[in-house]
């Protein structure tokens, strides 16, 4: 792309971020097309993907995008910018890594690793070159609630935060999920919504079963309570619960020393003299009403920063808060076969 | 009183239920005032109190009642059909097993005693006459959202229960009011509201204390959280904060296998365009405006259960329901310095 | 009924008052179960009923009670205190001012006259005794969220009145009904709403028939929307809608210089993950569950008022609201085949 | 912009929609401000306004725009695609009418002319041509509520529509403002709403003006209650307050036969245990933090049927409801010197 000639003014129209993406799979394939319909400033390049059909498939809707054949291929090449990683959580600790080597921000989806070490690995790897690199893709930083949950807190318009209750439910699961991933696919939201809202360390995490759903596979606790302490002491109960069998809802509520407040309640149309003496609305069936527009502004905050060479934006979170976050998660699974609390100890944060 | 002839038929106006209150307090006069202005089908006629200034001010408020010294004179007294029991905790015991002794129907604020053991005795005391006779001032079991929420319940529009969670704020309390008032005053209508909605006993607790608010008085540890478990593996959680300094909240979620269903939530007045760009509405001061009507309706099914001689009312808490809030109670305070979940073993219920 | 002797002081029980009760119908079969279950200081004595076997069988639960054979007679007996009249509106004129020159206090369920005309004789012939004797049946006055409005009105809260919007919903109506019924039994719910919350006169009002439902029967608008303006220029709109097949409902909102506020909007249990992704509450069938207290509490205050020798509760309807509510509906009649609005002049207020 | 050559396929980048903005006042510096930053597949290349020097610095904040001196050069300029025209109202109709000569697709901030008469020339001038080209910036339209209402409308969830209850509302206005920009103004939004959801012409309309504000500047009617008629009978009332000095709020409701639906009412962030016992949440100062959302999508639906060559979105406003609302308005304005309804017939709609 060459630059528009002004006849008045030598400004010209900025390049697009040319963006590679890894792995377009649900999740990969969302961002392609998001970034190709949605995302200002930014195209889609280079794709890759395990399966090079859907990669084929997915180049085919992002103009001017073509398929490579290996991640390697992706980050090396010249015609991008910056990386997308939507790939298997296994391969995201290397495929970041290589990213950073090449000097490319990226925009990993969660998780950063498979455990807190490999997470740790990416945290000193970017700290040893100087700059922010990695951002991950905990979008819900990105939702207007959780950002007027935040700016009424950092204003102190709550007081100190004592107690942070989340809530969070799912119609239903697909098959083969289990406890485990309660914690790591579900939880792990909530327990970067603590590092969002507090910015402080959990030092220790409590799960509690209750009598699970009829709706719940063999081996699933469904319902599931998690509770965390922060270092200054707040309390956090995260009530997971992923066979509601109705719709998508997370609800979160800060309990302060001066307010508390509420955000994710059900809004939009509200009906009245419905038939049988009802009124209410509808639940979306699963998360991408809720969380559409942070998805967007996650990704267009993103390009913002690299467009501007900060590479990360001020809201995201960093390759720190995916340390933290597998620390936590790995702690939270240790407590499924634990009584009482399990404690956590970060090692040192890079300054 | 005297029965007013028909001249068409026999029918005659039934006497009011002529009630004893002992312990005239803030409480003991709200009954008073209550039964003599608003309670059908009954009057307060003999009125005992510790300061016998007091019961003679709160007896000039009630007409046709007089005063006594003692407790045990109001329970014997002839023209007592039923006693009301406002004194101080320590007394129930001994008082609640007057009544049972002299036959009267009892309605006893709670505690029903001091401690489990206690309160045991007035479960065996009731059970060997082979009469219903206690009461429990649990009022809120009257409350129409407690109501609706164990009609939706118990007609299965929820499924299974699955976990219980309760709210319970006020704006601020007594000086001198400690973590053992916690449990005892505020915790235990939670620990009632379980054997109401659940149905069963309580078989663990765990007490948790989150950093405090800086409106708590030293020593206080509030907010604070506790998790109790049911033999069946309902999982309560009770969310008390009573210094917050705005107003009263009690609120309570049932999360079921088929729905969930939330009562006590702001209603009323609900203003918009107010100045500052505000929308909202007021939270009640205290108890009043929120439970004043559950309190009324509480002793209105008592009376009625008197007069037609079933003594304790459908909804009520018994005497039973009083010794295993105790037991509960106990098991709390002990888990304020316990790590972990305190067991609790309930003794055997006579059938 | 004889006083009770009290060993201390003098003060007797007083005498409950003696209500008799003329039309024991729906609504008046309501009220003598209201006054001899939950009404406290009064009891029914005397009913009589077009239909002696109604009046029976009414009398029948009414422990205390007689039935006789004529209006005249229950207004004369004297066993009776008070009277309620509940009997077809086109008798309500005579048997209030029969009651009026008893000199007994009188309780008479809406319309007090079948035109404007006979009820400025009731309000004439009440004023030339010198006392209070007419309570009007608009029990609405009575209601908790009416009386929240009015005072958060009457506090300034609000500021001037500008706009009061008026919702009224039935889910169906008997057979029979029409447009006049709309007016004169719907309609007039909020007509002597507008006395009640604003305290001025109605100057004019114009009546605006939609498109109609098709589940509303050959001949009726439904819904239907008047228009008043009152004597200082506030404006209310009255949507009427009497076929939604769904629930009750009434909803008010003041649009005030300062801040506007409704009440009446859905509360009670909230349900969430409901099956088919839905969340929302129930709407009562009738009026019943929304304004069962307003009739007690209507009832309670009219026997206090008796009690105390007043004759009329301080918020409720006079007869001079009802000749105003009869002179405005018989405005909204003419106005279903006018063009425009129709103008009100009242006749002069005696003071 | 070139088109980059992909290695494995010939798809090409597409070329983004270079937009020619005239008048870039407060609204139209936003609309170039959307472009430039949030407009996917567009970009700002001709600007010009009024006054020289406000293009200039708008044109500097949007890369790789120029300033010409006239409107009539915007239109013409080779590097314009499609003309945003955001110039005061009384060009509107000239300008458009040169768009359409020129060929060029429009969205035309409201309104579409200064009369009914004018804005028919438009319409046959755009249909003469035999292809679209007029989009005209009514963008509540997709506003996500009125989305959902509409959706819910045309699934026939709420059966046949009534009655649509409009409320509309701002803090304040500037000054100056007088009845008749309440109505060409504030009122059109709701006029075109009309259109949008019930789809059919208005035949008649009414204006009513009760007591105003004390806020409100001498002159100005305010609140003001427009009551509108279409042609199948439907009623719809706008109510109107502008001097709320609270905040900025529009709601509406659907009555319809087989239920009713409200949008617009408060959401986000609820807060509760507020000092001074309060619970509530914002309302916005002003229509953007409500309708930021509704122009991106408005502008980004604009640019994709300009893109795909259809030139108007499905759901845009087009020269006729243009037309029809400018017949409207007029009404309205006739009908506030007029009593009761004054009657609006439309021209023939091209077919």
Known sequence: MTATQSADRQTTVPQDIRV??????????????RISRRIKGARVSVISDYLRETAEKVSAAAPGSRVVDTPEEVISAEDVDAVLIASPGQFHRDQVLAAIAAGKPVLCEKPLAMNPSDAYDVVLAEHGTGRAYVS???MR???AGYGQLKDALDAGELGAPLILNCKHRN????PGFTNVHMVYDSAVHEIDAISFFLEEPVVSVQTLTPRSTENAPEGLSDPMLLLFRTASGTLVTDELYV????GYEVRTELVGSQGSATIGQESGLVSTQLPGGRWGGAVPADFRPRFLDAYDAEVQAWIAAVADGTNVAVRSATAWDGYAAAAVCEAAEQSLSAD????ITLRERPS
């Open 20 to 33: 590679g993406v890894i792995g377009v799979g649900r999740m990969g394939a969302d961002h392609v097309e």
């Open 136 to 138: 991950l893709g905990f």
């Open 141 to 143: 930083r990105f939702d």
């Open 171 to 174: 119609a239903d699961v697909l």
């Open 243 to 246: 066979n509601t069998r109705s």
């Open 340 to 343: 009482g609390a399990v404690e």
